[in-house]
């Protein structure tokens, strides 16, 4: 499974983006999947339509098997909004305090977007700076609903594994978060993005049932070589060396963060 990627409209963009993407259709995210032979998928809200979610819901209305979605959605949504997103397949709610997306700051009404998760059995996904994760540590830790943190933690290979931003990562993972193993060419420099290995390897060892696989498709705000998804997924075999771990991470982990249903058993 697929656990991080996005499709993105060619019109109702907020004003206060980041950037201008390039559009990136349903069609084309489904080819990408199935050349790297993955059967399910999840859809982020990007940022740059906001919370606008209608995009996405279009795409998950028309897959309800194949897709799930994390919505964007102001503090003050309605239970109207509330009931069509998760009717249409939604199974969570992003706070992008990097890059914003039509919420303001999201971390100072967590509160509010505690209690929806809670109610609706949800869970909240973060896009946080190290510094922004170090020192939000504390509330994350008092979180009463799943909460998954974007991108190995937007890591600094720089800080190295023995700084405090990444002990409050590892102790976050200790203590009930998940991660996604995504985002690996905006964190490091050259492909096999060496640098990224000890960091993977200590999330595997505290916790490797919290850990799932993202391909960040189509690559958004991203101006570098764009990475060929299969080399990504194969990353997987250097930093997960044993079948049952990669199993876990690409299958079983996201079965039960995005409620996907299980395999058919085997005759």
């Not at 919370?51 to 996405?56: I, L, P």
């Not at 795409?59 to 109207?80: C, K, Y």
């Not at 290979?157 to 700084?163: N, Q």
Request: aromatic share 8%; with cysteine.
């Amino acid at each position: 499974m697929d656990t991080h990627a996005h499709v993105i409209g060619t019109e109702n963009y907020v004003d206060d983006r980041r950037y201008t993407p390039t559009p990136a259709s349903a069609d084309e995210y489904l080819a990408m999947l199935r050349a790297t032979g993955m059967t399910h998928g999840v859809l982020i809200q990007t940022s740059v339509h906001g919370t606008d979610n209608s995009v996405m819901l279009d795409v998950l209305t028309e897959h309800p098997d194949m897709l799930r979605g994390i919505a964007v959605v102001p503090a003050n949504v309605t239970d109207r909004t509330l009931a069509t997103l998760k009717a249409s397949g939604c199974v969570g709610i992003r706070l992008n305090i990097i890059g914003g997306g039509g919420i303001g700051d999201g971390l100072a009404q967590l509160d509010r977007y505690e209690a929806i998760c809670r109610e609706l059995d949800w869970h909240i996904q973060f896009l946080v700076t190290p510094a922004q994760l170090l020192a939000t540590a504390p509330r994350l830790r008092e979180l009463t609903v799943p909460y998954v943190l974007d991108h190995l933690g937007d890591v600094d290979v720089t800080d190295g594994t023995a700084s405090p931003r990444w002990a409050a990562m590892l102790d976050l993972m200790r203590s009930g978060a998940w991660t996604k193993l995504s985002g690996a060419f905006r964190l490091a420099t050259t492909y096999p993005f060496a640098e990224l290995r000890p960091f993977v390897r200590e999330l595997l060892d505290v916790a490797p049932e919290r850990c799932v696989w993202g391909s960040d498709w189509p690559h958004v705000a991203f101006w570098g070589t764009m990475p060929n998804v299969g080399d990504l997924l194969d990353l997987l075999a250097d930093w997960a060396p044993d079948s049952a771990q990669r199993d876990a991470v690409l299958a079983g982990n996201p079965q039960r963060l995005y409620g996907f249903p299980p395999p058919p058993a085997v005759p």
